[in-house]
């Protein structure tokens, strides 16, 4: 038996634009960021530049309106990408779907003039951004954020700390929710604050057992001076527009972690078809061919229930369950997909010289951004059963 080089997933797409823009990622995968993935992930390097080449490419904003520099893809679309981009590197793909997040609250909820003034140069002028919601004692917990914005004037000054951030030291703009009234949700607000501010400072980067490429940071805020016309919505909404960009930054986890996945058992399927032992190729053996068949089977459930809330999305209806649900499923399907792929090379398998002990580490993460799985748990339970009692 041959072994069997990888084959492109067999896309089902609702245009013909859509699949010249998968055919375009593809390319640039292809000649720009698979070569260089392992080497740069393990030197701990930023790809800022593959940023701006996406960026020039019509692609850091393919969910958002043309008229401000968006792509006008539906979200069944621009996952199958953030997919695409994931499993060739998970900092690329993880970045795409953190600065589509950090976009979220502007182009959701920001006034004709805010959007005019900034989205064009978030969405396609080579900006990149963060989210900030996390701190150092609330993190499942959002709605207990300490960080403080009180108005002077026709400013706004932030105090506190975020955790956490992703893009943290790099990113040229920052969509922070900080409490401006009294404890619990209602008090929150959000800002959009620019990444030069003076005031501003990342603490050094985390150190991560994976995507050691992309910079996790803490950021202090000691009196940043933010103008009120950089507030996005109205006061003590804050906390709502954080919900509402988790409910589509989920799908973009959940993307991620397929794309992942399927770089794993495209990895695994090319070493089991190729490696002969007791005269055959390992693949050959049942026990080891249910191993690749389990993995395809997560891999495919995945894809379709993320798709499937991604058309719930685009069609405006409700779809905050099946997010979670998908988030869910696609993150720990990851986990076992990628551990299994490392048992299928056997010794090699935990060796930096195959991808998949990278892929491993990186799918651990993507069960616990955004919301953690046993938080996931809670919103799907939540929506069956409604609220806990206390």
């Known amino acids: 038996?041959?072994?069997?080089?990888?084959?492109?997933?067999?896309?089902?797409?609702?245009?013909?634009?859509?699949?010249?823009l998968v055919a375009l990622v593809r390319d640039i995968v292809q000649r720009e960021i698979a070569p260089h993935a392992a080497e740069q992930e393990d030197a701990g390097r930023f790809p800022r530049e593959i940023f701006s080449l996406l960026?020039?490419?019509?692609?850091?904003?393919?969910?958002?309106?043309?008229?401000?520099?968006?792509?006008?893809?539906?979200?069944?679309?621009?996952?199958?990408?953030?997919?695409?981009?994931?499993?060739?590197?998970?900092?690329?793909?993880?970045?795409?779907?953190?600065?589509?997040?950090a976009c979220h609250g502007l182009?959701?909820?920001?006034?004709k003039q805010q959007q005019a003034d900034h989205l064009p140069a978030m969405l396609g002028g080579g900006l990149l951004g963060a989210y900030c919601l996390s701190e150092p004692s609330s993190g499942s917990d959002a709605a207990s954020l300490r960080t403080r914005a009180v108005r002077d004037g026709d400013d706004w000054?932030?105090?506190?700390?975020?955790?956490?951030?992703?893009h943290g030291g790099v990113a040229d703009f920052y969509t922070v929710l900080a409490r401006t009234g009294a404890e619990g949700s209602r008090g929150i607000t959000a800002f959009l604050v620019p990444g030069d501010a003076e005031g501003l400072t990342p603490a050094a980067p985390e150190k991560k057992m994976g995507m050691k490429g992309s910079p996790?940071?803490?950021?202090?805020?000691?009196?940043?001076?933010?103008?009120?016309?950089?507030?996005?919505?109205?006061?003590?909404?804050?906390?709502?527009?954080?919900?509402?960009?988790?409910?589509?930054?989920?799908?973009?986890?959940?993307?991620?972690a397929v794309g992942v996945a399927q770089a794993a058992l495209d990895e695994a399927v090319a070493y089991a078809t190729g490696r002969q032992q007791f005269g055959r190729p390992i693949a050959d053996f049942q026990g080891l061919r249910?191993?690749?068949?389990?993995?395809?089977?997560?891999?495919e459930a995945g894809r379709a229930l993320y798709l499937s809330a991604a058309r719930l999305r685009d069609a405006g209806r409700p779809f905050s369950k099946e997010a979670a649900m998908a988030k869910l499923f696609c993150t720990d399907a990851a986990m076992k997909v990628t551990t299994d792929a490392v048992q299928?090379?056997?010794?090699?398998?935990?060796?930096?010289?195959?991808?998949?002990?990278?892929?491993?580490?990186?799918?651990?993460?993507?069960?616990?951004?955004?919301?953690?799985?046993?938080?996931?748990?809670?919103?799907?339970?939540?929506?069956?059963?409604?609220?806990?009692?206390?």
Request: aromatic share 6%; charged share 20%.
């Open 290 to 299: 249910f191993m690749l068949a389990d993995m395809a089977t997560q891999i």
């Open 157 to 166: 000054v932030i105090t506190g700390t975020k955790a956490w951030i992703t």
């Open 216 to 256: 996790t940071a803490q950021l202090h805020f000691d009196g940043v001076r933010v103008p009120d016309s950089r507030r996005i919505g109205e006061e003590g909404q804050g906390f709502a527009i954080a919900l509402s960009a988790l409910d589509s930054g989920r799908l973009g986890i959940a993307a991620c």
């Open 55 to 101: 960026s020039e490419s019509g692609l850091l904003g393919l969910p958002y309106d043309s008229a401000f520099g968006g792509g006008d893809q539906p979200y069944e679309v621009y996952l199958q990408v953030l997919e695409e981009l994931a499993a060739a590197r998970l900092t690329v793909g993880l970045g795409v779907s953190v600065h589509s997040l």
């Open 107 to 111: 182009a959701g909820y920001g006034t």
């Open 1 to 20: 038996m041959p072994d069997r080089a990888p084959q492109p997933v067999d896309r089902q797409l609702p245009t013909e634009e859509a699949r010249d």
């Open 344 to 390: 299928v090379l056997g010794g090699y398998g935990y060796t930096a010289d195959f991808p998949v002990e990278r892929l491993m580490r990186e799918a651990k993460v993507l069960q616990i951004v955004e919301g953690t799985n046993q938080i996931q748990r809670m919103v799907v339970a939540r929506h069956l059963a409604g609220p806990e009692t206390r």
